[in-house]
């Protein structure tokens, strides 16, 4: 019987695997038009009155998109009080859906990332993944890779679709 040898353990292609920097923590979409008159008015008074009464020690560590579920036209301001609010308990806060956040939580962790381990080598970024990830980090670490990557592919060893070769 012959050894069943794996090739691509045993070869120089380096897999980046997205799902290795996803951040953890629970993540939460805060709707500030349950503090809207009839769901649509921002009246700055009741409005600054909620977020003073307002709960904030439940957003303890975890990651908050802040969004209007109405078609309310929303100041800048309205965003900003809420952010503050938030600020001293979650750990991050955006503005936009919880896709939205992810790509903002990818962005931050992507832009510094030392990627000199890659340095001529073949890289496939993985494809399937279990956590969501947002589009955006795709593009963003093949660009990152780009510079540096002898060959950049997509997928899985064992079907992956070539994107980028050194010339």
Known sequence: MEEIVNRVANSKLMVFDLEEFYPQGERLAFDISIWLA???????????????????????????????????????????????????????????????LETVLFTEILKDLDVSEYQDKPVIIKGCVSKPIPPNAYVQVAQKLQPVAKSIMYGEACSSVPLFKKK
């Not at 709960?55 to 078609?71: E, I, R």
């Open 38 to 100: 009839e769901g649509i008015v921002l009246r700055e008074k009741e409005f600054r009155e909620k977020a003073n009464e307002h709960d904030w020690g439940q957003y303890q560590n975890k990651y908050v998109a802040l969004y209007c579920s109405t078609d309310a036209i929303i100041p800048g301001w309205a965003y900003l009080l809420v952010s503050l609010h938030l600020s001293p308990f979650a750990k991050n806060v955006s503005v936009g859906s919880l896709e939205e």
